[in-house]
């Protein structure tokens, strides 16, 4: 009889956790997914605080559980002179989240089998065969000399970070000088050249370390969005709306916001030498685009950095992947590959602390003591602020996006996670 009840129970599970893989998410009142409504306004009254103490200008939050919306807030205010409030609904640069996108494209190419995670990137692109590693470099003069590298780049190399190639503008100093000298980019706003033809530039100078030997931060996203161009052919952005986009009905993501959605994009900040939020207007990055490139077309699409977006339509596609790849009746991908994914994919490589890293996401692992998130929790952020986790085991889905530049403030990200499982009522 028990083992009968036990069946029972375990089929209205999974018929429950179906209904909602069939549903858009949609706001509801918090005890009805396990928070509380009390310990939630804590959360107002933190983003209150960092907007009055002069930590950013403006905040949204979004907090989804069980396919459940329990906290959708703005706070603060989108331009502090004129006093305009952050909305809901604005649309920020997501910079590196893009990359999330990119590496479910790639998922879906090998769904699709169009490619092996263990594809050599030369299979695709020709001038990353036989490439070199750097050896020794010559700060003077960009001068460099280099040693084979011990076998070629894969696409797995790519996802997990892992190939040895350093970041434009952003990264080492190595990586800054060396790419620089060929114009290779951190990919905003690039007018003067073909995405092709900067990532086959790119197989031709040296990686910074061997293929697999470690993590480095690098332009492995936007090589993948290369190879989703050149694998399906179609452009990253066709590619992208037409597989991820209209199915999840995520109708605020662009590379290029059009005209009349432009008003919504946040205002970006920054820090001046006091410590004052100013408003950016020029270049940022290191000198990698400008403040505007959101609403300016180009046709180099960054799988890395290239997208803005609603904090809303990012919780959607987060939503798809908790589900197992599908939502509101759309798959995306089968739960096994986002299984794939969302597991660690580098072994005992170092990476941050005791954390590893899947196929282009963060995974909080069990020695991981020093946050609320349970292991298996995956997450990523972007360089003006943004930031997501999603944590499978308690089903919750959490955003908060901010749109500054070089703050000194970066703890709030953790203490607004702290509070968001704080609120947890059961």
Same mark, same amino acid.
């Given at each position: 009889?028990?083992?009968?009840?036990?069946?029972?129970?375990?089929?209205?599970?999974?018929?429950?956790?179906?209904?909602?893989?069939?549903?858009?998410?949609?706001?509801?009142?918090?005890?009805?997914?396990?928070?509380?409504?009390?310990?939630?306004?804590?959360?107002?009254?933190?983003?209150?605080?960092?907007?009055?103490?002069?930590?950013?200008?403006?905040?949204?939050?979004?907090?989804?559980?069980?396919?459940?919306?329990?906290?959708?807030?703005?706070?603060?205010?989108?331009?502090?002179? &004129?006093?305009?409030?952050?909305?809901?609904?604005?649309?920020?640069?997501?910079?590196? @989240?893009?990359?999330?996108?990119?590496?479910?494209?790639?998922?879906?190419?090998?769904?699709?089998?169009?490619?092996?995670?263990?594809?050599?990137?030369?299979? /695709?692109?020709?001038?990353?065969?036989?490439?070199?590693?750097?050896?020794?470099?010559?700060?003077?003069?960009? &001068?460099?000399?280099?040693?084979?590298?011990?076998?070629?780049?894969?696409?797995?190399?790519?996802?997990?970070?892992?190939?040895?190639?350093? /970041?434009?503008?952003?990264?080492?100093?190595?990586?800054?000088?060396?790419?620089?000298?060929?114009?290779?980019?951190?990919?905003?706003?690039?007018?003067?050249?073909?995405?092709?033809?900067?990532?086959?530039?790119?197989?031709?100078?040296?990686?910074?370390?061997?293929?697999?030997?470690?993590?480095?931060?690098?332009?492995? &996203?936007?090589?993948?969005?290369?190879?989703?161009?050149?694998?399906?052919?179609?452009?990253?952005?066709?590619?992208?709306?037409?597989?991820?986009?209209?199915?999840?009905?995520?109708?605020?993501?662009?590379?290029?916001?059009?005209?009349?959605?432009?008003?919504?994009?946040?205002?970006?900040?920054?820090?001046?030498?006091?410590?004052?939020?100013?408003?950016?207007?020029?270049?940022?990055?290191?000198?990698?685009?400008?403040? &505007?490139?959101?609403?300016?077309?180009?046709?180099?699409?960054?799988?890395?950095?290239?997208?803005?977006?609603?904090?809303?339509?990012?919780?959607?596609?987060? @939503?798809?992947?908790?589900?197992?790849?599908?939502?509101?009746?759309?798959?995306?991908?089968?739960?096994?590959?986002?299984?794939?994914?969302?597991?660690?994919?580098?072994?005992?490589?170092?990476?941050?602390? +005791? +954390?590893?890293?899947?196929?282009?996401?963060?995974?909080?692992?069990?020695?991981?003591?020093?946050?609320?998130?349970?292991?298996?929790?995956?997450?990523?952020?972007?360089?003006?602020?943004?930031?997501?986790?999603?944590?499978?085991?308690?089903?919750?889905?959490?955003?908060?996006?901010?749109?500054? @530049?070089?703050?000194?403030?970066?703890?709030?990200?953790?203490?607004?996670?702290?509070?968001?499982?704080?609120?947890?009522?059961?």
């Amino acid at each position: 009889m028990k083992r009968l009840l036990l069946i029972v129970l375990l089929a209205i599970s999974a018929g429950y956790a179906d209904a909602q893989k069939n549903k858009a998410i949609a706001p509801a009142v918090p005890e009805s997914a396990g928070f509380s409504s009390d310990r939630l306004k804590r959360i107002d009254n933190a983003m209150n605080e960092w907007v009055s103490k002069g930590w950013m200008q403006g905040g949204v939050a979004l907090l989804v559980r069980d396919g459940k919306i329990v906290y959708h807030k703005a706070a603060g205010y989108n331009d502090l002179d &004129t006093r305009a409030a952050m909305q809901k609904d604005g649309i920020f640069r997501i910079a590196s @989240q893009t990359k999330a996108i990119t590496s479910v494209a790639i998922m879906i190419l090998f769904e699709e089998g169009k490619l092996l995670l263990n594809d050599p990137v030369s299979k /695709y692109i020709p001038s990353f065969k036989k490439q070199t590693v750097l050896d020794k470099f010559n700060a003077a003069d960009t &001068t460099y000399t280099t040693v084979p590298a011990t076998r070629e780049v894969t696409i797995k190399d790519l996802l997990t970070h892992t190939s040895g190639l350093g /970041y434009a503008q952003i990264g080492s100093k190595e990586a800054n000088a060396i790419y620089a000298k060929y114009n290779i980019t951190a990919g905003l706003a690039v007018a003067d050249r073909s995405l092709l033809d900067a990532m086959t530039q790119l197989g031709t100078l040296p990686l910074m370390h061997q293929p697999g030997q470690k993590w480095t931060y690098g332009l492995n &996203t936007d090589l993948l969005g290369c190879l989703v161009e050149v694998i399906s052919g179609m452009t990253l952005n066709d590619f992208f709306r037409a597989k991820i986009f209209e199915p999840l009905g995520m109708k605020d993501t662009y590379f290029t916001i059009p005209a009349e959605k432009s008003k919504r994009l946040v205002n970006l900040y920054g820090e001046d030498s006091t410590g004052k939020l100013v408003k950016s207007s020029g270049n940022m990055l290191n000198g990698a685009g400008l403040a &505007t490139y959101p609403v300016e077309k180009y046709a180099y699409y960054s799988g890395g950095a290239g997208l803005s977006s609603t904090i809303y339509d990012y919780g959607v596609f987060l @939503q798809m992947l908790l589900n197992g790849g599908e939502y509101n009746g759309k798959r995306v991908l089968s739960r096994n590959t986002v299984r794939m994914m969302t597991m660690n994919q580098v072994g005992d490589t170092v990476f941050r602390g +005791d +954390d590893k890293f899947g196929l282009g996401f963060q995974i909080v692992s069990e020695k991981n003591g020093n946050v609320p998130a349970q292991a298996g929790t995956f997450s990523w952020g972007g360089a003006f602020a943004t930031s997501y986790w999603v944590d499978p085991k308690e089903k919750i889905v959490m955003l908060f996006y901010r749109q500054l @530049q070089r703050s000194t403030h970066g703890d709030v990200v953790e203490k607004f996670r702290a509070l968001t499982y704080a609120a947890l009522n059961d």
